[in-house]
């Protein structure tokens, strides 16, 4: 063990590695801490890609959480620094996701775009902000609860390194629910007390590059549009990707809402019926979609 038992967020905490002959595994835990961390935890570390263990923890016992990373035994410094923040800023996170804690979402972009816009331009490496800060930042009504990057291989390393004070997880081959095996890095932009996560990857695996993807991890695929913050141009996806997401989410207000910028602005027809298409909707629930646009 690394470092631990640590306390933050009514969790235990644990930082381990493991050498095998494949690698080095750098593991964080949050073990339910019950009285002794001032617990209750308000909620699951399930939101922010902890998984459960199958079986009891070696540390944590039967109710830890784990994130794994894979990593050279070099890195244990890097590593330790966004274990340590992770668990500092985890309380602020856990009520943004589960009491309706503000999320610091100009102050945390303003920064985001001071540390990466010109930066990143002057190396030709291409970024942008997706989701739902990009529908955000192009006039929805909606409230963003995280800060989702689009970039390519090279970005995302320039990007943590941009970041690395924020990082609340290395960067790292890892695991993320719904995406598979990445190279991608997370980070809380802000205070301990106050900020806005944010995340970016690319998959792991090579492979050639989907018509208009959105996280693909190459450059020119996704289909943007330029916004200015404080005089800076930055990079944004249509607000059909959003839209998109919000209608598999079943987030009523979200998807009303970006459907209205999507009116307003124009609909990309094609990007909304390719989008469509692809998505785990119902037949009948893209055909409302794709006719909601045009209300």
Same mark, same amino acid.
């Given at each position: ?32 801490? &019950?009285?002794?961390?001032? &617990? ?18 070696? %540390? ?8 794994? %990373? ?7 410094? /890097? ?8 668990? %500092? ?92 095996? +990445? ?5 809380? #932009?802000?205070? %301990? ?13 090579? /492979?050639?590059? #989907? ?9 020119? #695929? ?21 839209? #998109? ?16 910028? +999507? ?33």
């Amino acid at each position: 063990m690394l470092s631990g038992p640590d306390l933050g967020a009514g969790y235990l905490h644990q930082l381990s590695i493991d050498l095998d002959g494949e690698g080095t595994t750098f593991t964080f835990h949050a073990q339910d801490g &019950g009285d002794d961390a001032g &617990g209750p935890p308000k909620g699951s570390p399930h939101v922010f890609g902890y998984a459960p263990t199958a079986s009891p923890c070696m %540390f944590g016992g039967p109710r830890c959480w784990h994130r794994r %990373f894979l990593l050279p035994r070099s890195e244990s410094p /890097r590593v330790r620094q966004a274990y340590n923040r992770n668990r %500092f800023v985890l309380d602020a996170m856990v009520a943004q996701a589960y009491e309706g804690a503000p999320v610091a979402v100009e102050s945390g972009v303003r920064a985001v775009v001071e540390r990466l816009g010109a930066p990143l331009a002057a190396e030709g490496i291409e970024w942008y902000i997706g989701g739902s800060v990009a529908a955000w930042l192009q006039g929805a009504a909606v409230r963003p609860r995280d800060l989702d990057l689009g970039t390519t291989r090279a970005g995302v390393d320039a990007i943590a390194h941009r970041l690395s004070e924020y990082l609340i997880e290395p960067l790292a081959p890892t695991d993320w629910p719904r995406a598979g095996i +990445v190279h991608g890095a997370r980070a809380f #932009v802000g205070t %301990f007390r106050e900020g806005i996560r944010v995340e970016w990857a690319v998959p792991i695996a090579p /492979r050639e590059p #989907v018509p208009l993807e959105e996280w693909g991890g190459h450059a020119g #695929v996704a289909r943007l549009e330029t916004v200015r913050i404080e005089g800076q141009p930055v990079r944004v996806t249509r607000p059909e990707y959003a839209l #998109v997401r919000a209608a598999e989410k079943g987030n009523v207000p979200h998807r009303e809402a970006i459907a209205e910028l +999507v009116r307003r602005m124009g609909p990309d027809r094609e990007l909304l019926g390719v989008l469509c298409a692809r998505a785990t909707l119902a037949p009948a629930a893209r055909e409302a979609l794709l006719h909601e646009v045009d209300r």
